[in-house]
């Protein structure tokens, strides 16, 4: 009888494990022992860290946007379905049509909820979406002089972004000559700059050198667009000309439906073997775990490598051995032209590589290599 292995979700976790699943297990899927599903509700691929990239026009849109069909293996059953209902307990995933599944990796992502605060969606800009990318990238060119105002809620993915932008931001408005015209002021939410002390201790030396303004114990509570004010629990109001926001993402609405999710929507998950928890055959990554690690693209790429091991053992009567160990590498943006890295797992702190125009190099190779890691050939 054949196994059915079912992928929900085709964005950077999901396509990377349909994708190793369907490369070392082609002799089983010639001879149907074993099919794997891809289920996307896109037929695009957006390689989502991009969006940074396209808000300071380094890079057009179209450069990090593929054909979903062009990156997935040929032993993949890709499928375009919009999944409104995961059933763990009849092992099927229903949108239009059913899917029965014998293991399922859940791979929905996270998403940023521009309603979770008042006048938000209205009053804000965002680099978290593609439409809101290309709509920062051409205000940021128009702006001459003014107030910039960050303010972040957790969760969030790619948690180093913010700092990124901010100060990006300030080598951008130096290079163009309006620096002295536009105040940048970042904002957090608990009382340091980022969540990762050493990252907070590596960014806010730049912050001082470079004049940006910081605030934090900052909770956003409401934004009046008319007035261009952000109101915080509070109850101050800080003005701004243009406000960029990060809000709190959550799971997949097919989850959060599902009820198989927690208050945001983030699915239970073993933290070593990434299943879901109380559930043998459901395997939980990237985005929509409920792990207390980044989320971030590296994150999917390193529990792939453990899970697809696992899955292909289990397949073949072996026991599951693999293990995930939290590891996360992630490149920390200090301009245009240099940054620093960070990789750390459940036992290692993070630190800070020194900064250089090298290591934002590496990067920008990356942003090109990443589709073959999306195939999972890297």
Not at 82 to 100: C, F, H, L, R, S
Not at 331 to 339: G, I, K, P, R, T
Request: glycine share 6%; net charge negative; charged share 25%.
């Amino acid at each position: 009888m054949t196994k059915r292995i079912v992928v929900l979700g085709a964005g950077s976790a999901g396509t990377m494990v349909a994708n190793k699943l369907a490369r070392q297990l082609g002799e089983e899927i010639k001879k149907r022992e074993v099919e794997v599903t891809l289920i996307s509700n896109t037929e695009k691929h957006i390689y989502q860290p991009g969006y940074l990239f396209i808000a300071f026009n380094e890079k057009p849109s179209e450069h990090f946007i593929r054909k979903q069909d062009t990156l997935v293996h040929r032993h993949v059953n890709l499928v375009y379905d919009d999944v409104e209902k995961i059933d763990v307990e009849k092992k099927t995933v229903k949108g239009k049509k059913q899917y029965q599944y014998d293991y399922l990796v859940i791979a929905t992502g996270s998403h940023p909820d521009f309603d979770s605060v008042p006048g938000l969606r209205e009053g804000a800009h965002n680099f978290y979406t593609l439409d809101g990318a290309e709509r920062l990238r051409d205000d940021l060119a128009a702006m001459e002089k003014g107030k910039i105002l960050i303010t972040i809620d957790v969760p969030h993915k790619c948690p180093a972004a913010p700092l990124e932008l901010a100060l990006m931001l300030d080598d951008y408005y130096r290079k163009n000559g309006r620096r002295k015209d536009i105040e940048i002021k970042y904002s957090y939410p608990i009382g340091r700059i980022h969540s990762l002390v050493p990252v907070a201790e590596w960014a806010l030396p730049q912050f001082e050198k470079r004049d940006i303004k910081y605030e934090t114990f900052f909770n956003l509570e409401e934004v009046d667009p008319k007035r261009k004010v952000a109101i915080t629990m509070d109850g101050s109001e800080h003005e701004y000309d243009m406000l960029i926001t990060i809000p709190a993402h959550t799971g997949a609405k097919a989850v959060i439906d599902s009820g198989i999710g927690d208050e945001s929507g983030f699915i239970p998950t073993n933290r070593t073997t990434l299943k879901m928890v109380g559930h043998d055959d459901v395997y939980v990554i990237g985005d929509a775990t409920n792990l207390p690690i980044s989320k971030a693209g590296s994150t999917a790429h390193y529990q792939s490598e453990s899970l697809v091991a696992n899955i292909i053992s289990r397949l073949s009567g072996r026991p599951e051995t693999a293990v995930y160990n939290g590891k996360v590498a992630c490149f920390l943006e200090n301009s245009l032209e240099d940054a620093s890295m960070i990789t750390f797992d459940y036992n290692n702190p993070p630190q800070p590589a020194e900064t250089s125009d090298l290591l934002h190099w590496f990067k920008a190779v990356y942003n090109e290599l990443y589709w073959l890691n999306a195939k999972g050939i890297l």
